[in-house]
């Protein structure tokens, strides 16, 4: 069955039949194998797969990202990181890095990050006499840190296709993202020592806290997600409304002028396309999630890999080098959705913490969307810089490998991820 589903899917993908479409169909050929094929079962679980309450918060937390896109916040938060690290040698890099970690707390898509940050941070530095192919790598590097930093849509995918807890999947990725972004600062500070990169004119503290003070509201949406969270005042699905609310009164009050009522409808159409593709990929998900439970196919597969270890570090190991591979052919959302009910009874019977896979396996994933030949995020930031791929990953590896070395860190370590949960999370 394993091979089945595998080989269905991969058929229809390579045909270039769209990954939902490809799920389903997956999905229908294994209930025909398995004799139980009823169109009404298959309805059933679609729709039930859309209708599901912490699905909900994808739409605005998505919604909340244009808008803050639109109404000039990006532009306000990479300000205020330039007026704190900009005169460093090499400043330029360290804004693009801390301007990433204050964006994945605001939109939670890389794809999102990427595109605001690049369209503000790349021609600044192409400006400034920086190795253009060295600052893209970055700054799509950067990008990725807002798939484990909540409001990880990733992470959201992952608690509902696998049963875990949202709330303690976004605690939990707090300090691994943060670790991301110093990882890259470390990085950063290497290649920067060899290049001959401009700084920015140190600013004064007036000039600091006049960005600072403009940045404020901004900076304030991340602290309401972690606050409210953990204090038990809302859930994901609510705190993805709170943010889109707040993002919305923050760009027709305090920023005020930058938007306009008459890009509203845009926003909302551009809101809407995304919305409506990411939500009837988890409602394939989950179809194909069922017939995959049905099918046992999770029980294989435990047979299969404890009969290569019995250990549960070298066993996630083995999946870690599973997924970096599947990274490189598939992008990140379909990934997860395909490969959480499949990979999940596994870590869950070698005593794995589900939360804590969780976020590795999305980490993981994430470095697929800077490596060719299906990333994402290269893309993007291709776009903008108008590089090649090929000229883009010549600059973006060394950031790469950083990634790798966390991930084996985390998976050596792993007090690194669960002892900041346990005390985010309290409930």
Known sequence: ?????????????????????SLLLSAIAMTIVLGIFDPQIITQNLVNGANNFPLMAIPFFILAGEIMNAGGISRRVVHFASTLVGHIRGGLGYVAILAGVMFAGLSGSAVADAAALGAIIIPMMAAQGYDIKKSSGLVGSSGIIATVIPPSIPLILFGVIGGVSVTQLFMAGIVPGLLMGIGLMIA????????????????TGKERMKAFYQAIWALLLPVIIIVGLRGGIFTPTEAAVVVAVYAFILSFTVYKG?????????????????TGIVMFLAACALVTSWVITVAQIPTELVTTISGITEDPMLMLLIIMGFLLLVGLVMD???????????????????????????ILMVMNLSIGLITPPVGTVLFVVSGISKLSLLDITKGIWPFWLVYIILIVIFVIFPELITTPLEWLYDG
Do not use: C, Q
Not at 188 to 203: C, L, P, Q, T
Not at 258 to 274: R, Y
Not at 337 to 353: H, Q, Y
């Open 332 to 358: 990140m959302t379909p990934a997860v959705l395909i490969f959480t009910p499949v990979l999940l009874p596994v870590i869950e019977m070698a005593g794995i913490d589900p939360v804590y896979f969780g």
């Open 1 to 21: 069955m394993i091979w089945i589903f595998l080989g269905v899917l991969f058929f229809f993908l390579f045909l270039g039949v769209p990954v939902a479409f």
């Open 188 to 203: 950063w500070y290497i290649v920067a020592r060899k290049g001959n990169f401009e700084s920015m004119e140190k600013s």
């Open 258 to 274: 930058d938007l306009a009522f008459k890009e509203v409808p845009n926003i909302l159409v551009n809101a809407a396309k995304t």
